[in-house]
């Protein structure tokens, strides 16, 4: 396994994270602590997770599994970079979501004793909450510093300005700001090449993209189409029935490679120096180990040159719509 620093902070995590999402819901608890498990002895230390998760019935029952397991010991928890979030609703009565100082206190205070720990290493805002101030956010994310309940801070789904204005908020207050974001980022969405990753990159923030095979989409899905296995849904259907010649495109060149398209879709986003590590997030050992082996992929310049033929990216704004 390879670690690196996440953004500019001293935290050293490995190129995979794990992503939890299913955890309780797709999958079953025992499964889901054979996955920890299993990435544990891959080196993978660094686990990611949200308040949110089990939604829409359970909320917070993925942290509750993740909790379960680190509270079996054999150096877990001491061996685990532990990401969760705050933003989302978790009930429907007033101050129960959002990012408030009150909301803050009270989320990190359940998630802590979910998780069964004692602190939470990377605290991440889920969204941007627009109807709270900076001030009152870094307020509140200090002072769980200063308890010890938190060690950095990051930011999820925020756009380039987002960012920036995270960053000189907490510049003003002398705290660190977000050492990391969470975007959608992958071959098929690259929308915050124009401005979030310049961003992130002006300030040392580490980018960790989640959906990086776009919900199944860069795994080779015509393929297991034509195998009889239908795997798409909803969004995922729609954007397949759009984009279908285009990922024809991209399994055919995988398959000129010789390499898994899930593969190809990973070490791309590896390859990319903005990127900290791609969120994983298996439902099955078997799927935790096929993201494992992207880390053994080296794509080429030419490789890499053809995947912008077959996927357009963005250069940054300005450049990308004027001069």
Same mark, same amino acid.
């Given at each position: ?28 608890? $025992? ?134 204005? $995270? ?106 120096? $903005? ?49």
């Amino acid at each position: 396994m390879e670690y690196t620093q996440l953004g500019r902070s001293g935290l050293r995590v490995s190129r995979l994270c794990l992503g939890t999402m299913n955890f309780g819901v797709h999958t079953e608890e $025992a499964e889901a602590h054979r996955i920890l498990d299993a990435a544990l002895d891959a080196g993978v230390n660094f686990v990611d997770t949200a308040d949110l998760y089990g939604w829409p019935e359970h909320p917070g029952l993925t942290e509750t599994v993740i909790g379960n397991w680190l509270a079996l010991g054999g150096g877990r928890r001491e061996r685990t970079v532990l990401a969760t979030k705050v933003y989302s609703d978790m009930g429907d009565w007033p101050n129960e979501g959002g990012l408030s100082a009150l909301h803050i206190r009270r989320a990190v205070e359940a998630s802590l004793r979910r998780l069964r720990t004692d602190h939470i290493d990377l605290y991440q805002m889920h969204h941007v909450d627009r109807s709270t101030p900076w001030d009152e956010i870094w307020q509140a994310m200090d002072v769980l510093v200063t308890q010890g309940k938190i060690l950095y801070v990051g930011s999820s789904n925020f756009a380039g300005w987002h960012l920036a204005e $995270a960053q000189e908020t907490a510049r003003a207050r002398h705290l660190p700001g977000p050492v990391s974001e969470q975007s959608h980022y992958n071959l098929l969405e690259r929308t915050v090449e124009l401005e979030v990753i310049p961003a992130a990159r002006r300030y040392g923030i580490g980018l960790l993209p989640w959906s990086p095979l776009h919900s199944g989409l860069l795994a080779g899905v015509l393929r297991e189409e034509r195998r009889g296995v239908r795997r798409t849904a909803g969004r995922a259907a729609a954007a397949l029935a759009s984009r279908r010649p285009q990922i024809q495109e991209y399994e055919d060149f995988a398959a000129e490679l010789g390499q898994e398209p899930g593969h190809v879709a990973l070490a791309w986003l590896l390859a990319n120096p $903005a990127v900290t590590a791609p969120v994983v997030g298996p439902r099955t050992p078997a799927q935790l180990h096929s993201a494992l082996a992207a880390l053994d992929v080296e794509l080429e310049p030419k490789a890499l040159a053809r995947l912008d033929e077959i996927f357009p990216g963005h250069r940054p704004a300005p450049e990308a719509y004027a001069w």
